[in-house]
Nanobody, 115 residues
Framework: QVQLVESGGGWVQPGGSLRLSCEAS????????MGWYRQAPGKQRELVAT???????NYADSVKDRFTISRNNAKDTVYLQMNSLKPEDTAVYYC?????????WGEGLLVTVSS
C-alpha cells in the first residue's frame, strides 16, 4: 500500500519560513519524480515544484528563488523549504509521487500566511 505522509504545515506571518516534509512508503522511492502541488481556495491545483531521482528540479515561476525542493532517497522523504512567504502562498499543499502511469497523492497540508 502506497502512503505519502506530509508534515510541517501551519500558520506563518508574511516573510516567514516553513519546511514541509513528505515521507513515502510502498514505492521504490528513488525512481519516482516527487513533487509538491498546492490548491488555494477557489482555484485549481497547481504545480509548485518537482524533483527527479537524480536531483534535477523544476519550479513554478511564482516560487522560484523563494522555495527549494530536495529529497533524501535514503529516507524516502521529499522536502519543500519555503522562505519569504506571501499571503498568496496560502493553500493546501499536496505531496505527489509519479512514475510512468502511476501517480500518488498525499492528503494535503494547510499552509496559512497572514498577519
Amino acid at each position: 500500500q502506497v502512503q505519502l505522509v506530509e508534515s510541517g504545515g501551519g500558520w506563518v506571518q508574511p516573510g516567514g519560513s516553513l519546511r514541509l516534509s513528505c515521507e513515502a512508503s510502498g514505492i521504490i522511492f528513488g525512481i519516482y519524480v516527487m513533487g509538491w502541488y498546492r490548491q488555494a481556495p477557489g482555484k485549481q491545483r497547481e504545480l509548485v515544484a518537482t524533483i527527479r531521482g537524480g536531483g534535477s528540479t523544476n519550479y513554478a515561476d511564482s516560487v522560484k528563488d523563494r522555495f527549494t525542493i530536495s529529497r533524501n532517497n535514503a529516507k524516502d522523504t521529499v522536502y519543500l523549504q519555503m522562505n519569504s512567504l506571501k499571503p498568496e502562498d496560502t493553500a493546501v499543499y499536496y505531496c505527489n509521487a509519479a512514475w510512468g502511469n502511476r501517480n500518488y497523492w498525499g492528503e494535503g497540508l494547510l499552509v496559512t500566511v497572514s498577519s
